[in-house]
């Protein structure tokens, strides 16, 4: 069974339980894999029709009619190869005037990978993934692109790092994503229509028309989340995107992005940071943990006794 067939039997399931909000979500993932105006003519039709008709049963006959026509139409569309699309090589980084240092960092990404970076504060995620986006040149050791690019903006394109302090924008939130549609190559035809898959897909619909201090810095992460997935970046590094969330927000942005990640189509290598170990080891392929600037392995027994208390999270409907 291939990946895409994986996925598809899994939003079959979903739709059984009747979890619509999810499937819809994958629905709209399916529909960007298409690169099709008419899927995705289709799909924001159907988008309004479940806003206006919120009946479960209309609900779940209209999703299970185009799940079976996407899964149609993308049966037979060849998969990319698992491929890395970023090493870094015994990096470190030094500051002539601070105590602090960090590495030697070594780490490698593939297509469709999530790496969760944690660790305290001033231990150096930040630095690391600035030092991974060509924000900071290197003291030692070097970073590898393993994708074609022409020139540091061609780069730039390919792989986007979202800072935790995201930088002020002006007009509505809709304005801004179409404009960035058009800047990065998405005809008149495409590109309203996919702004408006992107924004229904991170769930910011009902804030289309809002501008940049109408947004909680939670919804602003999704801004530039959407900004992103514009652009069709082969990576994305994105620093501290859990802050000033609650638990059940946490949750839905990991699901995002790994759901993002995991593309049949359009894999994406991400690297996120955070303090919240537990929930980034849930949804990470592979987690890196900073101590003043070094690098741990998790499994070895130098990192295990940094985190001596056992956790164990139940998840229940329960008050």
Not at 86 to 91: K, Q, T, V
Not at 182 to 203: D, F, H, K, Q, S
Request: glycine share 4%; hydrophobic share 40%; proline share 3%.
């Amino acid at each position: 069974m291939n990946e895409f067939q994986r996925q598809y039997d899994e939003v079959r399931d979903l739709l059984r339980f009747g979890d619509y909000a999810l499937v819809i979500k994958r629905v709209i993932d399916f529909t960007l894999d298409t690169l099709s105006v008419a899927f995705y003519k289709k799909t924001n039709a159907l988008l309004d029709r479940l806003d206006d008709n919120p009946d479960d049963e209309a609900k779940s006959r209209e999703l299970s009619i185009i799940l079976d026509e996407l899964h149609v139409f993308l049966s037979d569309r060849q998969m990319p190869k698992r491929e890395k699309v970023l090493e870094a090589i015994h990096i470190q980084k030094q500051y002539s005037h601070s105590s602090f240092a960090l590495g030697p960092v070594n780490l490698s990404l593939y297509a469709g990978d999530i790496v969760g970076l944690v660790g305290e504060n001033g231990n150096g995620k930040t630095t690391l993934l600035r030092v991974l986006c060509g924000e900071l040149y290197t003291t030692s050791g070097k970073v590898e692109y393993a994708f074609p690019y022409k020139d540091a903006y061609d780069l730039r394109t390919q792989l986007v790092y979202i800072p935790q302090r995201t930088d002020t924008w002006y007009g509505s939130m809709f304005e801004n994503l179409v404009f960035t549609a058009a800047m990065y190559g998405y005809t008149p035809e495409e590109n309203e229509l996919v702004v408006n898959l992107i924004i229904a897909r991170l769930g910011l619909r009902k804030f289309r028309s809002h501008s940049w201090k109408h947004l909680s810095s939670g919804y602003k992460m999704r801004f530039e989340l959407a900004r992103m997935l514009l652009r069709k970046p082969k990576v994305l590094l994105i620093d501290e995107p859990l802050a000033n969330l609650d638990i059940l927000a946490q949750q839905t942005v990991l699901e995002d992005f790994r759901a993002i990640a995991k593309s049949a189509f359009r894999p994406i290598g991400i690297i996120l940071s955070s303090q919240q170990l537990y929930e980034v080891e849930k949804t990470s392929d592979q987690v890196i943990f900073l101590k003043q600037g070094v690098q741990k392995n998790l499994h070895n027994d130098e990192a295990a006794s940094e985190m001596k208390d056992l956790v164990i999270e139940f998840e229940s409907e329960w008050t």
